[in-house]
């Protein structure tokens, strides 16, 4: 039977969410070396949350600009699109550090009442893009 307070289905939700982008993470971490990919090398990141409400969408872009370029966009249907990169700047990532910031994010998404939804890493030097949207998850 499901649950009937609203704040367990929310974190039932959260954790089925962060749960896929976890299991994406895994998976886009094999991908990443098999394509040879090392811990030096170098990549561009990118990322989206959304959120139901502006004014959370507007918090967790002001928190997260502090390590990344920002934007906060407005769909039709009312939903906010919370943007980031690490453009102009590239940065190296281990496998057990792209898990950990895959977890920040699901976790830092959650408490502004997010939802971390997608991002992307591109190897220049590889001329390759890789992106948790092409993953299939099993969750």
Not at 22 to 30: D, S
Not at 39 to 59: G, I, M
Not at 104 to 132: I, R, Y
Request: aromatic residues 10%.
């Amino acid at each position: 039977m499901p649950p009937d307070d609203p704040q367990e289905i929310w974190e039932e939700y959260y954790q089925n969410k962060k749960s896929q982008r976890l299991e994406e993470a895994y998976k886009l971490c094999e991908q990443l070396h098999d394509a040879g990919v090392t811990e030096e090398t170098v990549l561009a990141l990118d990322f989206v949350h959304f959120s139901k409400s502006h004014e959370n969408a507007q918090l967790l872009a002001e928190q997260l600009s502090e390590n990344y370029t920002m934007d906060v966009v407005a769909r039709e249907d009312g939903v906010w699109y919370i943007n980031g990169t690490s453009r102009p700047y590239g940065l190296t990532l281990s496998a057990e550090q792209h898990i950990s910031w895959v977890e920040f994010m699901a976790d830092v998404a959650q408490s502004h009442a997010c939802v971390f939804s997608t991002w992307s890493l591109e190897v220049p030097s590889l001329n390759l893009k890789f992106g948790s949207e092409a993953i299939a998850s099993a969750s």
